[in-house]
């Protein structure tokens, strides 16, 4: 009924195989078009630049992104994944820059704004070929066929509503802010982007400047030519100079600086920099204007930027001005920084700005309802939008209204991805009701906090006073070889409830590991604890219902694995569950997730198989300390546990210890009533320990004590040696390739220990190796077999395979 699944599996033939089922059967399609009536699950794609290849981070991002998606889909929800493309922004203007030999903003002007915007239109769409591939390839479900692509009109028409929006609510103005800037692309860079990493190469000296002072505070002019020494870092910002800043709180000294070839001047410095400085005003070619105070129509106070007939500059107290270092006067320029930009605004100071937009030193978004206006078959970028022109009578005014140069900073652009990749508000009005809006799930690298994520939650918190999205997931992966091995292993969880509750709180690492701890003991407890019940050749109730409980597990787990492993739970529900039941869905990605059944739950028998597992691991470790063999059997084990149920517990699963340790038999710690307190004794400080007592190795963990007598008696080392050459006619078979349940006959040839134990063990070998014979003769030639050293006897020991 079942297809023969083979231990040595092709991962990559099983997924391109998988891969061209769920096309073949539209599976992906059918998980969104075939439940219309199924609660909304919104997943918003962070959209890459295809203007380079795709590489692991992105392969690792959309990974986990299609966890949650297939969870949420196998919950009975109706996922929408909508692919989409970031078309915008320096990273793909820098790189046709780069292309064309461009090396400023004046030489794209020349090269022509039309022919630059098409080279970067043609761009970003360079390696969608390859972004395809690699997301088919990795399972990930996202609708590729209708994205949304940040360059196109209804997308930016989008964007145009929003801020029409912003400007009716008084959320939008235009103001001046420091930011950091790069000359050479005549623009300013977004702060995000300069958080993530910013290369500081400028040199900061330290230069003390000498400024006259031209009047005091009275207004009359000093006697002896007086100058304040200022301080500053950044001497490329003199020319902009406004003002000086002292401390209201400290004491300033005036020195009477005199020479033998000049006239006596003083000197104003910070009593306490007196000790630190030893013992001008630059040229202004650039236009001067002032902040000024105003009282607005609307009855509030505001300061603007006017221009001014001359250049006043004074000095004004400034609570960051520091004693540690300098003269205790500090330079001020509030066209450099958002610090002196802020003094100028609070008082009033003068505005000069010497540097041009590409960092040469010069010195020495109203809008309105557009009615009528048709942009339809516009491209509304560079140059063309330039084109488009209205005559603004209709606000008082004669002028014509054009766009204004500056821009919004392009994360803007991705913050208006939620309304802009339906084309809201002119279609799909209604994905603020249905479930499109707010997201449900993002899942990003973590970098995306700084950009992606805060321009969604600004943007969604002034437009609708909620949150753009409610889950997120923010990436910070490193792929190693465990992780790597653990993938081959199947996947990665026990307790169907505590894989749903992690998966439903956005927590697929711990869910993953979950399933790992439940196959390990599903395959290293279970089912090996069960081979004989599974070999044995009658077909009765034990066996059936071996089966029955190993089907039940594997296609549970198939179904509990499907969001983390998808190809390998497709390929085991396909074998398993299809072909058991064909009213089954035809994918395991369309069946419903896993729920736990409560009352099936036998906690007292959970609880005597984790003690079982326990002592057997702790038997191992004593007998691996003792450095015995486990095939090598031994006389007794001793057994502490902590509680009169353990105790109870230790009679039900007994006979599983004792096969587990292959041991003879199984003493609670009162039939040795000083064997504890020796080993105690013995381990110290140490409470988990291993330590050698009078003939036993006795292992000690959290008050539990399995000890085993290490002692072996001829009669032991025989039955230890039959166990060994049971082992090595397993590997025969297993070499050979046969069946788990072939039936075989075994050929010998040895010494006379060998023989001795091969007679004496007959039974046993015979029912560990499936043999129907036993034969001291050399093998047949159709026979597999191998020369081996045991126990420093060298034997010949073959195989042949019964046919029926």
Request: glycine share 6%; charged share 25%; net charge negative.
């Amino acid at each position: 009924m079942f297809e023969v699944v083979s231990s040595r599996v092709s991962f990559p033939d099983m997924e391109s195989e998988v891969l061209r089922y769920w096309q073949d059967h539209d599976v992906f399609r059918r998980s969104v078009d075939d439940r219309p009536d199924a609660p909304l699950f919104m997943m918003y794609e962070g959209p890459p630049t295809a203007n380079g290849s795709p590489g692991i981070h992105h392969v690792l991002a959309r990974v986990f992104k299609d966890v949650i998606s297939r969870y949420r889909t196998m919950k009975g929800c109706r996922v929408i994944r909508k692919g989409g493309w970031d078309t915008h922004g320096l990273p793909v203007e820098l790189e046709i820059e780069k292309e064309l030999g461009l090396r400023s903003k004046r030489d794209i002007e020349e090269y022509g704004i039309a022919e630059f915007n098409q080279r970067c239109r043609e761009s970003v769409f360079r390696y969608v070929k390859e972004w395809e591939v690699m997301t088919d390839r990795i399972g990930y479900w996202v609708d590729m066929d209708d994205p949304y692509v940040t360059l196109d009109n209804d997308y930016i028409e989008t964007g145009w509503w929003i801020l029409k929006e912003l400007w009716d609510r008084g959320l939008l103005y235009e103001d001046q802010r420091g930011t950091p800037h790069c000359p050479r692309c005549v623009s300013s860079l977004s702060s995000h982007e300069v958080a993530l990493g910013y290369r500081e190469n400028t040199p900061d000296p330290s230069v003390f400047v000498k400024f006259e002072a031209t009047r005091w505070l009275d207004g009359t002019p000093p006697v002896v030519p007086t100058y304040l020494l200022a301080w500053t870092t950044t001497p490329w910002t003199l020319p902009g100079n406004t003002a000086l800043a002292v401390s209201a709180e400290a004491e300033y000294s005036v020195l009477e600086i005199t020479a033998d070839t000049a006239s006596p001047y003083r000197m104003v410095v910070a009593t306490d920099r007196l000790a630190a400085v030893s013992v001008g005003i630059s040229a202004y070619g650039s236009p001067i204007s002032k902040f000024t105070r105003r009282d607005s129509s609307s009855g509030n106070t505001t300061v603007e930027l006017l221009d001014a007939d001359g250049y006043d500059p004074h000095v004004v107290a400034a609570d960051f001005v520091s004693m540690d270092d300098g003269s205790g006067i500090v330079h001020i320029a509030p066209a450099f920084g958002d610090e002196d930009l802020g003094l100028g605004r609070e008082k009033e100071l003068s505005f000069v700005q010497p540097v041009d937009l590409q960092g040469i030193i010069t010195a020495f978004s109203e809008l309105a309802e557009l009615s009528g206006a048709v942009v339809d078959d516009l491209d509304l970028h560079r140059p063309y939008v330039d084109n488009v022109t209205w005559n603004c009578g209709s606000l008082d005014c004669d002028g014509t209204m054009r766009r204004i140069p500056e821009v919004m900073d392009a994360w803007f652009d991705s913050g208006m991805m939620p309304l802009a990749q339906w084309h809201y508000p002119f279609e799909n009005t209604e994905i603020d009701h249905d479930g499109r809006l707010p997201a449900d799930y993002i899942c990003e690298a973590v970098d995306q906090t700084r950009g992606w994520f805060y321009s969604l939650h600004a943007l969604s918190t002034l437009l609708k006073d909620d949150v753009a999205y409610r889950n997120v997931i923010c990436l910070g992966l490193i792929l190693d070889g465990r992780g790597r091995k653990m993938s081959k292993r199947l996947g990665n969880v026990v307790d169907p409830i505590t894989v749903d509750d992690n998966l439903d709180h956005y927590n697929p690492t711990d869910a993953g590991r979950r399933i790992q701890e439940f196959i390990d003991i599903l395959s290293n407890w279970y089912v090996r604890r069960s081979r004989r019940r599974f070999w044995k050749s009658e077909s009765d109730t034990d066996k059936l219902g071996a089966y029955a409980t190993l089907y039940n597990c594997l296609t549970t787990v198939a179904k509990l694995m499907a969001p983390l492993a998808p190809f390998v739970a497709e390929q085991m529900y396909r074998n398993l569950e299809q072909r058991y039941d064909p009213g089954a869905p035809d994918s395991v990605h369309l069946a419903v997730f896993p729920s736990a059944d409560v009352e099936l739950i036998d906690r007292a028998l959970m609880d005597a198989t984790r003690l079982a597992m326990r002592v057997a691991s702790m038997g191992r470790a004593a007998r691996s300390k003792a450095k015995l063999k486990v095939r090598q059997p031994l006389a007794s084990v001793v057994v502490r546990t902590r509680t009169p149920d353990e105790a109870q517990y230790l009679d039900w699963v007994s006979g599983q210890i004792l096969e587990e340790l292959n041991i003879k038999e199984l003493h609670t710690v009162g039939a040795e009533p000083d064997l504890y307190d020796q080993a105690l004794s013995a381990a110290g400080d140490n409470a988990e320990a291993i330590v050698s007592v009078e003939g036993f190795s006795a292992s000690l963990e959290s008050g539990y004590m399995v000890a085993i007598d290490t002692r072996i008696t001829p009669e032991l080392a025989d039955e230890g040696l039959a166990r060994e050459l049971a082992h090595r006619i397993q590997n025969l078979r297993k070499n050979a390739r046969y069946e788990i349940t072939d039936r075989i006959i075994t050929y010998y040839q040895g010494p006379s220990d060998i023989v001795r134990v091969m007679d004496g063990h007959q039974a046993y070998i015979m029912q560990e190796t499936l043999s129907e014979a036993l034969l001291a003769q050399e093998p047949d030639p159709d026979a597999s077999s191998e020369s081996q050293s045991i126990e420093g006897m060298e034997v010949v020991l073959g195989v042949r395979r019964v046919t029926p």
